[in-house]
């Protein structure tokens, strides 16, 4: 009998646990402890109108103060739930998943270096993407030969590209670029051409220049007339000196 009773309550206990994973959706992100927590729809397990309490998240690094990987998903997310011990009382974020709406992939598109998305899907993976709902975007492309680091913000349309060719800085709001490649450093973009002033030559150009003119004379000839050319007799020049590499616009 007391086998048989420990093998009745073991029955009820799984039959009371709801173990594995669950398709859920998010209906409330605003979680007032502020632990990255949500608030689910799990059709499958509570029905279409049941909602269940504060759902706890399972991210891949954290568990201590101050530090840790966190995106919440947006409402409406779908989201793969899990029930700790499975108890429906303690409910478990641990991923989202993506949908085909009306044929279409809901992974966020790829960027090209200019920032701009385009929809062709990749035949390897070799892109990985981290996108906000408002479309800011950070991806690495490890394709080979191909490798590239892209940021955009995408409200303003700032752009910052990293790959082969160097670096591009763009301000999208204002049309300012700063491109960084083997050509050197140009501000303003493609358009800049006119080379840096060297600052510190230019400085103890500018010292000489002021030494010599101070130092310089002129004689007349007696009784008055024109003067003389400067002494010493080289001619008091002041050379700009110029950036080889870098140009503004």
């Avoid at 160097?166 to 490649?181: C, F, K, L």
């Amino acid at each position: 009998m007391e086998i048989e009773k420990v093998v009745a309550d073991l029955i009820q206990k799984v039959e009371r646990r709801f173990y594995g994973k669950y398709r859920g959706f998010v209906v409330n992100n605003d979680d007032p402890k502020h632990l990255g927590r949500v608030r689910l729809q799990v059709p499958s397990v509570l029905g279409p109108e049941v909602v269940t309490g504060w759902a706890l998240p399972c991210v891949p690094y954290g568990g201590q103060k101050n530090q840790g990987l966190l995106f919440v998903p947006d409402l409406g997310a779908g989201v793969w739930v899990e029930f700790e011990e499975g108890d429906l009382e303690f409910p478990i974020w641990v991923g989202t998943f993506w949908s085909e709406l009306g044929g279409e992939s809901e992974i966020p598109p790829l960027n090209n270096a200019d920032g701009k998305e385009h929809k062709n899907e990749q035949r390897q993976p070799t892109r990985k993407i981290i996108t906000t709902k408002k479309g800011h975007t950070i991806q690495f492309e490890d394709a080979d030969g191909e490798e590239m680091v892209t940021l955009v913000e995408a409200t303003h349309k700032h752009i910052v590209t990293l790959n082969k060719e160097g670096i591009q800085i763009t301000d999208g709001v204002n049309g300012n670029t700063i491109i960084m490649g083997a050509h050197g450093i140009q501000i303003g973009g493609s358009a800049a051409t006119e080379p840096f002033v060297l600052g510190h030559q230019f400085a103890a150009n500018v010292e000489s220049f002021l030494t010599a003119l101070k130092a310089h004379t002129h004689t007349a000839p007696p009784g008055g007339g024109a003067t003389s050319s400067p002494l010493p007799a080289p001619p008091l020049t002041l050379q700009v000196p110029l950036s080889a590499k870098h140009t503004v616009e």
